[in-house]
């Protein structure tokens, strides 16, 4: 298995996941088949305003767990958020990803 399902767009996941309120960036974004039917991703979501709150990023966090459950039927979540770090991620090829 282990391949993104063909029902799932990554560009799709990744826009939706862009769209939480406070995302600034989605990068390292994997979505897998573990089996026929449970489904698999990680992905690492950055934050625009380093003042922002651990109860804010864990809002963000159940937010797009919530999200990837009920839209994509997504089982296995890991999500890290982290601050968005502009002279780190700006030149990053894994931070930019194919969805970028």
């Given at each position: 298995?282990?391949?993104?399902?063909?029902?799932?767009?990554?560009?799709?996941?990744?826009?939706?996941?862009?769209?939480?309120?406070?995302?600034?960036?989605?990068?390292?974004?994997?979505?897998?088949?573990?089996?026929?039917?449970?489904?698999?991703t990680?992905?690492?979501?950055?934050?625009?305003?380093?003042?922002?709150?651990?109860?804010?990023?864990?809002?963000?966090?159940?937010?797009?767990?919530?999200?990837l459950?009920?839209?994509?039927?997504?089982?296995?979540?890991?999500?890290?958020?982290?601050?968005?770090?502009?002279?780190?991620?700006?030149?990053?090829?894994?931070?930019?990803?194919?969805?970028?």
């Amino acid at each position: 298995m282990e391949g993104v399902p063909k029902n799932i767009s990554l560009q799709n996941v990744h826009d939706d996941l862009q769209g939480i309120e406070n995302v600034r960036t989605v990068h390292s974004l994997n979505v897998w088949s573990l089996t026929v039917n449970r489904i698999a991703t990680a992905v690492h979501l950055t934050v625009a305003n380093e003042n922002l709150t651990a109860e804010i990023y864990q809002t963000i966090q159940c937010k797009a767990s919530c999200m990837l459950r009920k839209k994509y039927n997504i089982q296995q979540i890991t999500i890290q958020v982290e601050e968005y770090q502009d002279d780190i991620m700006s030149s990053c090829k894994e931070c930019k990803g194919p969805c970028s």
